[in-house]
């Protein structure tokens, strides 16, 4: 079974400061793991993704993640916060088999400035 | 850039009423997905759909859900009899065969039921 579990329903930076997004996730399969942004009344957006390749990836808008095993860690950040990072941010966990992505329950990005 | 498309983006129905919420996914994939997302809650899988039949479900998934793929182009998900707690946002997903196993959400359509 696959769950994820993301700490802090909601953060708040300024703008300029670093984001960090946690994301703890548990899988007794080697994992697929995703960050999606949804901003608001829109859809689901890839952020960034790591399926066993680099375990730091990098993605859209100048977010990145590092995957860490031994944490069962897929924390998401950026260097320096931009007012238009405002969003709900989720992480999700599949497989390689393809199947249903298990997602957290979000967090929501509050970016003053 | 494709995108997966939905239709329509809101929809109003009064409980017992049958919905069809349609999508169109991205042309080239082959897997195809249905999510809820209830106001304030995570988003959850309800059905994954290959090769013109279902391949995996949820629990929530039951006999009052159906899927179709009528055409070479639509997605459809079919709710029989709409009760209050179907009230949520329905997002339809894709994804081509191999790749990284991303999938690709459309917009969502926001179900109401009153």
């Known amino acids: 079974a696959q769950s994820v579990t993301q700490l802090g329903s909601h953060v708040s930076v300024s703008e300029g400061a670093l984001v960090l997004l946690r994301c703890n996730y548990s899988s007794s399969v080697p994992p697929y793991l995703f960050w999606y942004v949804q901003y608001p009344n829109q859809g689901l957006q890839l952020l960034l993704k790591?399926?066993?390749?680099?375990?730091l990836v990098k993605g859209i808008n100048g977010f990145e993640a590092e995957f860490k095993k031994s944490e069962t860690s897929f924390h998401l950040t950026k260097p320096s916060a931009h007012m238009s990072d405002a969003a709900e941010y989720f992480c999700a966990v599949g497989n390689q088999a393809g199947t249903a992505l298990i997602f957290g329950k979000g967090t929501t990005l509050s970016v003053s400035s | 850039e494709p995108e997966v498309t939905q239709t329509p983006s809101h929809q109003v129905t009064q409980m017992g009423q049958e919905v069809i919420l349609r999508c169109v996914p991205i042309s080239n994939h082959l897997y195809f997905y249905w999510y809820r997302q209830i106001l304030g809650q995570k988003v959850e899988f309800l059905v994954s759909?290959?090769?013109?039949?279902?391949s995996e479900k949820s629990e929530i998934f039951d006999d009052q859900f159906s899927v179709e793929r009528p055409d070479g182009s639509n997605f459809t998900l079919k709710i029989r009899s709409t009760k209050l707690e179907d009230s949520a946002m329905y997002f339809c997903?894709?994804?081509?065969w191999g790749g990284g196993y991303e999938q690709y959400f459309g917009p969502g359509t926001r179900l109401t039921v009153t």
């Open positions: 759909f290959y090769n013109n039949e279902i």
């Open positions: 790591y399926t066993s390749a680099a375990t």
């Open positions: 997903a894709s994804r081509p």
